[in-house]
Structure formats: C-alpha cells, structure tokens
C-alpha cells in the first residue's frame, strides 16, 4: 500500500515536472516567434522601470535602520532619540588651536555662523561656553582652586599693569624692571623663566618663518587648564533635505565652504576638522561611489573579455549583457517600489544579482551552442535547449531564491530587505533569460559556430580518472582540516571599519574614541527623574571600565560656599574692572617697538644673575640670541614688529577679560545651569539622561564589548553607540546564522522532492559544504574577519554553489558517463560564469572604500572555491562512487 502511494506521488511530480517542461519550451518557442513583440515589450518595461528608479533612487547609510524596531534594545534606542532629539546625526566639529586663545576663537566664529543660518541647522552647542567660562573656577577642587589663587595673586601687579596697555613695549618694560628686581635683591617674578622661554620660542619662531603664539592661558592658568581648552568642540543638528539622495550633503558642504570662507582652513596655528555620524555616513557614501565607478567600469571590461572568450560569439555577449542589464533595472524597481531607500546591506542586491544572473545567461547560451551544433537551426536549438536547460535553471534559481528568502523570518531589517530583494531577482533573471534572451538569440539572427573546448580538454577526463581517489582523500582531509579553522571566525561589527582609515573624518573619529573625556561612543541611560539618574550614575561610576558618568547634577559643582570664598577674595586682590584695558589706550607703532626692544635687549645684556639662578641665566642668554637673530633679519622690515606683537600679546585680551568674567562667578544651582545644557541632560516629561564615559580604547572591539557588558549588568535599560554597535552585531550575526540553517533545511527538502533521490541530493549540495568550510577557513588564515559588508558572501555561496551543484547533477542524470559530461558544454558554463562572477567581484577588491575592497577579496576567496568543489572535487567523486548513470 504505501509503495504504491509512494508510486502515486511520484507519477504526480514526474507529470508535474513534464508539464512544467512543456511550459517552459512554449514561453521559450513563443518568445523567439514573437521576438519583435517581446523586444518592444522590454523596452518600455524596461523603460518605465528605469524612470522609476531614477525618480525615487535613495539609500539610507543610517546602519541603526537595519535593525527591527521589535527589538528591545531598539525600542529603547528609538525611545531615548525622542526624548533627546537633538543628539543623534550630529556633526562634530574639531577646533585644535595652538593655543587656547586661537581654539576659542575659531570656535567662537564657527558657532556665530552656524546661529546664523537657522535654515541649514536645527542647533548648535559648544560645550564650555560663555556659562563655563565665567563660572569655570568652581569646578575647580578646593585645593587646585587654592593654588590658582596663589599664583594670581603673587602676579597681581604684574597683570594689572599689563591689562591697561597690552602691548608689546609694556612687557618688556616689565620684564625688565622684573630682571633687575631679581639682580638687585634675588626677588623673583613667579613664573619668570617660563615666560622668558615663551618669548624665546615665539620669536625664534617668527624669525624662522613658522606660526608661533605666546601661551597667555599656560602662563596664567597652569598646564592642565591650557592643555584642555586648546581643543574645542561643536555639536551641529543639521537640517536634512528630504528630496536629496544624500540629505546632509547641503548642509555638510556648507559647513565646509563656511571654514574656507572664514578663513580657518588658512588660519595659522588652527585645525578644524568634522567628523561624527552624519559625516561618517556622508564620507562612506562619497567613497563608495568614487570606488565603484572605476570597479564597475573595470568590472564591465573583463566581464565583456570573459563573455567573448567563454561564448565565442559577439551576438551571443550583447544578448547575456542585455538581459542581464534589463533583469538588473527590473529588480531595482522592484525593490524601490516593494521596500523603499536601499541600505547598506540590501543595496549588496545587485552583486548578487550580477553574480548570479550571468551564470543563468551563461549557462543557457553555452547550451544553445552545444545544441546548435547538434541541429543547425535556430528555432530547434532553442526548443532543445529550453528542454534541456530548463529544469536546471528553474531549480538553479528556485534554490538560490528559496535560500535568500530565508532571512525574511530573521529579526534583522536590513537583511530582511535584501533577502526579499535577492530572492525575488532570481525569479526575475529566471523570467529574463526565459523570454528576452531566446528573443534576443532570434533577432540578432545568432548561428555559434560549435565549440572547440571538447578538442581541448580531452585529457581532463583521464587526468581526473588517474587522480580521483587522490582528490576524493584530499577532499575530505582538507575539509575535516578546515573546520576547526572555520569555527574560529569572527564578525566585526564596527561599521568604522568599513571606512576609509586615512579619510579625516575617520582619523578624527578615531582620534576622539582614544580620549575618554570627548569619546562619542558614550552609553546612554534614560531614567524616570534626576534623582533616579543620580543613584544610577554613581552605581555604574563604580564599574572597572567605566571613566565618568554624567548627570544634569554634574554640572552643580561641590563646596560652592567654600569656592566661591576663595574667588571673591582673589577678586578683591584683582579687581575684574582692572583687567579690562582703558578705552583711551593707544597701541604703539613699529618706531616704538623697536626702541623698546633694544632698550630690553641691552638689559638683557647688562643683567647678571642672582646666586642659585644658573637656570635662569642659560634662558635669558637664549632670549638675546633670539632677539639678536631677529633684528639682524628684520633690521629693514620694521613692520614685523607689529607682527611679532600680535604673536606676543595678541591672545593677552581675550585672556585677561576670561579671568575678569571668572572673578564674577555665581552660586550654581540646577534652576541657574543654561537651558541648552538643561535640554540635552533633562527631557521634556522630565526624564532624565546618563552619560557614560568609558575609560577603555573603544577603537578596540574586546573593549568595547567589555565596557557595555558591564553597564548593561547594572542598567539593562543602557542604549547608546556601542550599545547599539554590539547588540545589533549580534543580532546581525545571528539573523545569519538562523537563515543559514533555514536555507540549509529549505534547500535539503526542495532537491529531495524534485530529484528524489538522497544520494543526487548529497552530490549536488556538497560542493557548497565543502567550498563554504574552505572559504571561510581561508578567511581566518589571512585574518579576514566577516562584517557588514562582506557577510553577504554567505547567501553568493549558497546561491552559486547549489546551481553549479545542480548543474553538473542534473546533467549526469540525464545518463551521460561523467567523462562526457566533463566534455560538455556543462563544466565549461560553470567555468566560464565563476570567472565572470569572479573577475566582477574581483574589481571591487581594489575600490578605496574598506568595506567594498573587503567584499571583492572575500567573494573572490569563495568563488575561487566553489569552482574547484564543483569542477573538480565532485567529478573526481562521482569517477569513482558512480561514472555511470541511468
């Protein structure tokens, strides 16, 4: 009973598989008799699809887009962005100065015309502006506080002297009377041999032609203070285009063209760089694109070489080059149509598409010729080869789609986009290749001559018969070899990885990641009020890798009463209003300036150092020579006295009115902090925000991964860039893993159903086991981890190698001997389409752009591999398991 149920269903997929056969050779036959017809039809099919595409082209380079909005962490993410709107695709702008002065300076410009072009820009902050200046002595500990005032204080004469003519000739007259105060009665000027060497420095700097100016901050503030402001940050919110293919583009150029305009980017002793995520993303599309013009174009000129070696025929290439453009417009259409902006995974489509897509012209034209010869006419060399190649291709593209459609249950947006994408594109080049290309073969009137490829390999069916066992062994030893390899690879899932390292705003980036008080990879942590946030923040203040946690509190400094003490009675030694200079003072010209000078030069001559000064007497000895270099260079440009005052007093100003505004500070209290800095510690509803600094190297991927496990240990609730970075690359890695074993499984029951025999269906799926353990074994042994960009080389693997499998299969079980098989046109398709493939993808392995050049070798890797598991591993099998077959 059950043998002749099993007959039953048998008999049903055979008349099944007949009928589908009969169909498949009508839509092949009616194509090639309506040719006219079926061209014109592409044509304004194709047409439409293509104006589609360029109507409503755009690609999303967010990578946090890829992930479902199911997902917790997601979820939270997306909840934390509409509290705080304004801290996600920001630019960041860097302004190093050689000073502190020149930073401030810079930035203050920048942010002047950034508040002035409200259309381009949502906001913009400057952390330690005007409020931190004038309040940024309490933030201060006591201590340092203390020994700040002291320094002050013991320089008090000197600085209100300097602050009502702050010029170049009243510092030397001060310095000078300072020297011969040390001579006479060994009283010293506190920090006198660090100013002498900051005027050494400064004007042997102008007389070698380089940008030098005199640190007035170091020398008034100490090291630490002046170290710390010399580098100045901007927090710019664009405002995105939406009708643009790149919707920060506008407002990233004009930031651009602002430094230029400014003249920042000429500035001496200046550097401003942008960096962050919206230029990241921009870079990364600009990048990409520069690469793949020049790797499509190469990629299109060895495809064209390889199609008119392989094929023999100049009508037989236009009509695969056609059909593959046409099935390419087509599923582009599709899935701006289905799904919307491409994404950095899904946009990977069309490598597949082209990898695969050629195989399916390549093999049905490979076959046409090898029927041709057989019969001499067109129309009865494309019925044959419709009865011949059609049950292969349709199970070729069946497979292949069948594998990409699932990562649509995944929970990985991305790959969710790009499974439906692939898989759909298979059915589409199998339509394609169904109907365009018999009616391109007929209209282009193509008569291949017979291939002489059989002449040529005729030793390979002996050669492999000699060394079948040989290769069977190796095969399998290799293999088992190969896996613990295998099971070593890892997935990188830092998308700055995937940027250009020399690009600046990449080494920016990676520049501010190795600090930890600017890193922008910051873990963030919403709770429901601010005292919740402060019992949170000093729990995960606790944790090993963790550098600071940030609150709205944060900036209410500790001891106020006592700081605010110790300021007042520094601004009852230094009054505020004397550092301001006098309205009536006059700057003086180059004449006075050079007298001044060579009066300080001829002190300089006639001091004589106290006893216990030798210090002091080596730097003023370097200050005359300076000085003397100068003058015997400048003798005749008197106008560079001006210059070198700029040099040296210029900064001073703005200085000194800094030290007057932090004389006047206030009591701080959580109502008093500025609403800009309230607005990005403190939502709406009153929720509160945690910043989380880490004090590990978050360029480092162990790092990183340590520094969110153990937040997260204490706040599951924890979002952020690394968060997101971590947890998505799991997610990503998994939604593969998953998708894999159901294109495995999926695949497994589609072969055993149409071939109905478990033995065939072993043979045709192992070239694709064996060719993805050596593949990415070979990867791990030239320390090529998997990423987002070249993970994509899974389903490539599983797409060619189950139709070079199913190929080879399917034509020895037609009852061919596998050493006329060998001879066919059957192995030298699949040549012929992986060197196509190969040399396609292949291109991409010298684009500029990390992530592109990554996913060339990495294809290349696997191709490499499949061609060898199909053409020579599987034939070597079959020789000696079974060369015959009915």
């Keep these: ?27 092949v036959d009616g194509s090639r008799r309506a040719a006219g017809r079926v061209l014109l039809g592409t044509v304004l099919l194709t047409a439409g699809a293509a104006y589609f595409v360029v109507a409503h082209f755009a690609f999303n380079p967010d990578t946090s887009g890829l992930l479902s909005r199911d997902l917790p962490f997601h979820k939270l993410d997306v909840e ?102 040390q001579a006479s009665s060994g009283e010293s000027l506190p920090g006198l041999g660090t100013i002498v060497q900051e005027l050494t420095r400064t004007i042997n700097a102008l007389a070698s032609g380089s940008f030098y100016q005199l640190h007035w901050q170091r020398l008034m503030f100490g090291e630490t203070w002046a170290n710390q402001a010399q580098r100045q940050l901007l927090l710019v919110k664009p405002r995105p285009d939406a009708s643009a293919v790149q919707p920060l583009q506008h407002a990233i150029s004009a930031t651009r063209q602002a430094i230029q305009s400014l003249g920042l980017s000429r500035a001496p002793g200046v550097r401003v760089r942008l960096t962050g995520a919206a230029v990241l993303d921009n870079s990364q599309i600009e990048t990409a694109a520069t690469g793949m013009t020049f790797a499509t174009l190469l990629s299109l000129t060895l495809i064209v070489i390889l199609l008119l070696v392989g094929l023999r025929n100049w009508r037989l290439v236009i009509a695969t080059l056609a059909t593959l453009i046409v099935g390419l417009v087509w599923t582009t259409a599709f899935a701006l149509a289905a799904i919307g902006p491409f994404n950095i995974i899904s946009i990977a489509f069309a490598v597949l598409f082209v990898g695969i897509g050629v195989d399916f012209s390549i093999q049905f034209c490979m076959r046409y010729r090898e029927d041709f010869s057989y019969t001499r006419g067109l129309a009865t060399a494309l019925r044959l080869t419709a009865r011949n190649m059609g049950g292969a291709l349709t199970l070729a593209a069946v497979a292949a789609a069948v594998g990409f459609y699932s990562f649509l249950p995944t929970s990985y947006a991305g790959v969710i986009d790009l499974g439906l994408i692939a898989g759909t594109s298979m059915l589409i080049a199998l339509l394609a290749n169904l109907t365009l290309l018999p009616a391109l073969l007929r209209l282009l009137r193509t008569y291949p001559r017979a291939s002489q490829l059989k002449k040529r390999l005729s030793f390979a069916p002996s050669l492999l018969k000699r060394s079948a066992w040989g290769i069977t062994v190796a095969a399998v030893l290799v293999g088992m070899a190969a896996i613990p390899l295998a099971i070593q690879a890892q997935f990188d899932f830092d998308p700055m990885h995937l940027q250009n390292p020399t690009s600046e705003a990449v080494k920016t980036f990676r520049s501010l990641l190795a600090e930890s008080e600017h890193s922008p990879y910051t873990i963030e942590i919403l709770q429901p009020n ?66 001044a000078l060579s009066d300080f030069r001829a002190r300089l001559a006639q001091w004589r150092p106290a006893h216990g000064q030798s210090n002091l007497a080596g730097q003023i000895t370097a200050l005359g020579q300076a000085i003397d270099a100068y003058q015997d260079r400048f003798s005749n440009h008197p106008e560079k006295l001006l210059v070198l005052q700029n040099r040296i007093i210029g900064a001073l100003p703005a200085e000194l009115n800094r030290l007057s505004l932090s004389l006047q500070a206030r009591e701080i209290t959580l109502d008093a902090l500025p609403q800009e800095l309230r607005g990005r510690y403190l939502a709406t509803d009153g929720r509160a925000r945690v910043q989380v600094f880490s004090n590990l190297d978050l360029n480092q991927i162990p790092s990183l991964r340590q520094f969110v496990r153990e937040v997260r240990d204490v706040a599951p609730q924890a979002i952020g860039a690394p968060v997101i970075l971590k947890k ?81 299969v399917l034509r020895w079980r037609s009852g061919e001997p596998v050493d006329r098989v060998l001879l066919s046109s059957t192995p030298a398709a699949i040549l012929f389409s992986a060197l196509t493939t190969m040399s396609s993808f292949g291109s991409l392995a010298i684009a500029p752009d990390p992530g592109v050049a990554m996913l060339g070798r990495t294809l290349s890797i696997a191709l490499g591999w499949i061609l060898i598991c199909t053409l020579v591993v599987l034939p070597a099998v079959l020789l000696r398991v079974s060369p015959h077959r009915r």
């Excluded at 960009?789 to 693997?797: Q, S």
């Design 1 to 27: 009973m059950t043998a002749d149920k099993s007959q039953r269903h048998a008999t049903l997929l055979d008349q099944a598989g007949d009928a589908y056969l009969r169909f498949v050779c009508w839509l």
């Design 80 to 181: 934390f962005e509409h509290a705080f709107p304004n801290l996600s695709q920001n630019i960041v702008v860097v302004v190093d100065g050689q000073t502190a002065g020149l930073a401030r300076k810079a930035a203050a410009q920048l942010t002047h015309w950034f508040e002035q072009h409200p259309e381009l820009f949502v906001d913009v902050y400057q952390p330690g502006g005007k409020f931190f200046i004038q309040n940024g002595l309490l933030y201060l500990e006591p201590n340092a506080l203390n020994e700040l005032s002291d320094r002050l204080s013991q320089v008090q004469p000197f600085i209100a002297r300097l602050a009502q003519d702050p010029s170049l000739r009243s510092l030397l007259a001060l310095l000078g009377q300072a020297l011969e105060r």
């Design 530 to 595: 601010l005292a919740a946030a402060q019992q949170l923040a000093e729990r995960v203040s606790q944790l090993p890798s963790v550098a600071q946690t940030v609150t709205l509190a944060s900036f209410v400094p500790e001891n106020q009463a006592q700081k605010l003490d110790i300021i007042q009675r520094l601004a009852i030694i230094i009054p505020p209003y004397t550092l301001l200079p006098q309205a009536d003072a006059k700057s003086p010209g180059a004449a006075d300036l050079r007298v």
């Design 728 to 808: 998505g690359g799991d997610v990503m890695l998994g939604a593969f893993r998953q998708a894999s074993v159901i294109a495995a499984a999926a695949i497994l029951v589609l072969l055993l159903v149409v071939l109905r025999n478990p033995w065939d269906t072993l043979l045709a799926l192992a070239p694709l086991g064996l060719a993805g353990v050596l593949a990415v074994a070979t990867m791990v042994v030239l320390g090529i981890s998997f990423n987002l960009g070249n993970i994509i080389v899974l389903p490539l693997i599983a797409g060619l190698g189950v139709s070079y499998g199913i190929y080879f």
